[in-house]
Structures are given as structure tokens and as C-alpha cells.
């Protein structure tokens, strides 16, 4: 083993430490996620249809699966955004109305440390794994179910891993996750005005586990799984013209994730990979907003899905790389709970990808859509004054993603 003179030491760990406080301070502004998971970490690992837990190979592996840290060698810094754009279309008894489809930046970022020759590697990230934000018009149908409703699930994640043989590495690591919410619905009992909100916030820990297996060079296998958390969220619950600042508090669950994937590399110019994500929704059922004044129930009973991801890579020469992907996620929200707040349906994702990688730097670019088609609601809840979310929906997603890294 060759020794890490001193003065290597101290540039690396005065790196990390100058990173790890850039992404503390930069985490604050962080905007909110769309959707519920959002499972797009990379642009590399985008552009491959997020088929990468066999393949994590660059630091977004804190997040996709930890232990391949090991493949990395000295201190790598990498940025991304994830810049999304959610349309849903509405058509129903009550009118059209079209959810707001701005774009939303969706920014992380990873370090991780792998010293030369030696088995441990370590890493850091700051990213969300989950969050929500939708908005309707205060003129639309939907308003008594959905008005600006944001979700932001923010994490911190400290992993480590270790090569246990040069074929297999395994890592793992805790988080911390601060989750802020503002939900908000008109009720149009006394007035069109009236108006239901709940702004709470707070904080769990969790942990996450990766496996990597390469047998033989042509063929890679990685296990990822995240565990789920519980979040006591505290804030204040208003119901207007009734009361307002009232203390409220609710109790969200937030599902555990795994994953499972296969890399064959024929060549080592080609890579194809594919993925079965599963995310629990199981455990979301009814979440009940507590205040002094009645609890407000809102009923969620979703269920368990998959996400299919197809990805394949082409490593040309001069460092470049180009990709292209498939990913199919199934729909987690019954007609009997269905909420605008969440425009969700079965997705197919197209994506393409690019990017440029040389012995310091590497960048990438991807692209994906996902039509999510019509979808047709039937027995969803009334809201207080009669009214339901029933109708035909066209949701559809379109996103960037870009991703710098340095290593030094």
C-alpha cells in the first residue's frame, strides 16, 4: 500500500471540508420537488433511463447506490439540476381548468472521497428524494381540492463504503431530512374565498444500503434500499373565516425504496443496464391534521409501484459518451383518493442523454419527456360542498438535467 504523504492528506480533507460547508450553505435555497419521488438525481444516470445502481460510477452513487464509491479514486465534487416541467390537463362536470406548468429547478450535490490504495471511501450529498409542487388557479374547478400545494423532503446524507474484495463493495449511511409543507384548498362553504391551509415542518433520520457485485468485467449487479421515515411535522393550521394561526400538527410517512439492477458491458465501449425500483407507497394511508378546533383527515391509501428503467450507453473516443433510455412507472393514487394536488397516472419516460469526461472534469446533459396519456377518474371524494375531482386527465412531464464534476 503506498502511504498519503501528509500535505496530500491535509489538501483533501481542507477540499471536503471547503465542500462540505458550500453544501450546507447552498441546501437553504433548495426549491421544491414536483411530484411525489423524484428519483432523478444525475444526468448521466437520466440520460440511461436512471438505470445506474449497476453501474454508479460517479458521486450521484451516494444517492443510487453507495458502495460504488469504491470505483472512484481521490476527491470528486459534482453539481447537478433537475429542471421539470408537470402538465395536467383537466376536463370534467365542473369546467377545464390546466394545472400551472412552469418549470422548477431541482438542484443537488454530492462529494465523495476515495484515498488511493486504500479499501474505505466516503461521501456526502444534499438532494431530495421526495417532494410536491403543484398549483391550480384560484378559478379552476379543482380549487376545493388543490390550490398551491408544496412539499419539500430535504436530505443530508453521510455514507461510507467498503471494498470487501476487488469483485464486491458495500456501503451505507444515515441521513437527516427536514420536510417542509404548505398545503392549501379553498372550501367555498360561507364564501368563494374561504379558504383551508397548513404549513408545518420537521425533521427524521433514516439510512440507506447499497451493494455492488461485478463477478467478471462484462457483467455488474447492485442492490440499492432506502428506508422509510416518519416525519412529525408542527406548524399552523388556518380555516378561514373561521380561525387563523391555529397550532396544527400531522404525522407523514414516507416509503422505503429499492432497487435492484443488472449492467452488461459486451465491450468496454458499451453499457446497457436495467433496473426494478420499488417504492412502498403502501405505508401512505390517512394522514390526520391535528388542531385544537376538529382534526382534518386527508385519506391517501396509495399503493405500491414500480419503476422499469432501460438504459444504454455508448463511450465514444475523446472522452465523449451519448445514451438513450426507457423507464415506465405505474400509477400509485386510486380513483377513491385521487387528489389534483398530485397529478398522477402510468408514465412512460423517453430520454437521451450526452456528456464529456476527462482525467479532471466531466459534464452531461439530459433530456427526458413522459406522457402519462388520459386518464379517466371516477368515484373520487367530495369535497365539502359537493363537488369531485372526477373527469379525464392528461399529464404529461418534461425535463432537463445537467451535471458538472471536478476531481481532485
Excluded at 437553504?28 to 445506474?52: E, I, Q
Excluded at 376545493?144 to 449511511?173: D, H, I, M, R
Excluded at 420499488?278 to 405505508?283: A, L, S, V
Excluded at 398522477?344 to 472534469?361: I, K, P, Q, T, V
Amino acid at each position: 500500500m503506498n502511504p498519503v504523504t501528509h500535505a496530500t492528506r491535509s489538501q483533501h480533507f481542507s477540499a471536503l471540508a471547503s465542500a462540505l460547508a458550500w453544501l450546507a450553505l447552498a441546501a437553504a435555497p433548495l426549491a421544491s420537488a414536483s411530484g411525489t419521488r423524484v428519483g432523478f438525481k444525475d444526468a448521466f444516470a437520466m440520460g440511461r433511463g436512471n438505470a445506474f445502481v449497476a453501474t454508479a460510477d460517479n458521486p450521484s452513487a451516494i444517492y443510487y447506490n453507495p458502495a460504488g464509491l469504491t470505483q472512484l479514486k481521490g476527491l470528486h465534487i459534482s453539481a447537478s439540476d433537475y429542471a421539470v416541467a408537470l402538465t395536467s390537463k383537466y376536463a370534467g362536470a365542473g369546467g377545464t381548468a390546466a394545472m400551472d406548468d412552469r418549470y422548477q429547478s431541482v438542484p443537488q450535490f454530492f462529494t465523495a472521497w476515495h484515498p488511493e490504495n486504500e479499501p474505505w471511501a466516503y461521501g456526502f450529498g444534499v438532494y431530495a428524494p421526495f417532494g410536491l409542487s403543484t398549483e391550480w388557479a384560484d378559478s379552476s374547478p379543482l380549487r376545493t381540492f388543490a390550490l398551491k400545494n408544496q412539499q419539500t423532503y430535504l436530505t443530508f446524507n453521510f455514507v461510507t463504503a467498503y471494498q470487501l474484495s476487488p469483485t464486491l463493495s458495500v456501503g451505507g449511511g444515515v441521513s437527516y431530512n427536514h420536510v417542509t409543507t404548505d398545503l392549501q384548498r379553498r372550501l367555498g362553504v360561507f364564501s368563494p374565498t374561504d379558504l383551508f391551509r397548513f404549513k408545518g415542518k420537521g425533521d427524521a433520520f433514516g439510512f440507506n444500503l447499497g451493494v455492488l457485485w461485478q463477478p467478471i468485467k462484462e457483467h455488474s449487479f447492485g442492490v440499492s434500499y432506502t428506508h422509510h421515515t416518519r416525519v412529525n411535522l408542527k406548524g399552523t393550521a388556518d380555516t378561514i373565516p373561521l380561525i387563523a394561526g391555529e397550532a396544527g400538527s400531522a404525522q407523514f410517512d414516507f416509503p422505503e425504496v429499492l432497487i435492484l439492477g443488472y449492467s452488461y458491458r459486451p465491450t468496454p465501449e458499451w453499457n446497457f443496464e436495467v433496473n426494478l425500483d420499488w417504492t412502498n407507497w403502501d405505508r401512505v394511508k390517512t394522514v390526520v391534521i391535528n388542531k385544537a378546533s376538529g382534526n382534518v383527515p386527508l385519506a391517501f391509501n396509495w399503493e405500491s409501484g414500480c419503476f422499469y428503467e432501460v438504459g444504454l450507453t455508448r463511450y465514444l473516443t475523446g472522452g465523449w459518451n451519448v445514451s438513450a433510455g426507457y423507464l415506465y412507472t405505474e400509477n400509485s393514487t386510486p380513483d377513491a383518493t385521487y387528489t389534483p394536488a398530485v397529478p398522477d397516472s402510468n408514465r412512460s419516460f423517453y430520454s437521451l442523454g450526452a456528456g464529456y469526461a476527462n482525467d479532471r472534469y466531466s459534464a452531461n446533459l439530459a433530456w427526458h419527456y413522459a406522457n402519462g396519456g388520459t386518464r379517466a377518474v371516477r368515484g373520487s371524494p367530495p369535497s365539502l360542498i359537493g363537488a369531485t375531482a372526477d373527469g379525464t386527465y392528461q399529464n404529461s412531464i418534461n425535463a432537463l438535467a445537467v451535471s458538472i464534476a471536478v476531481r481532485f
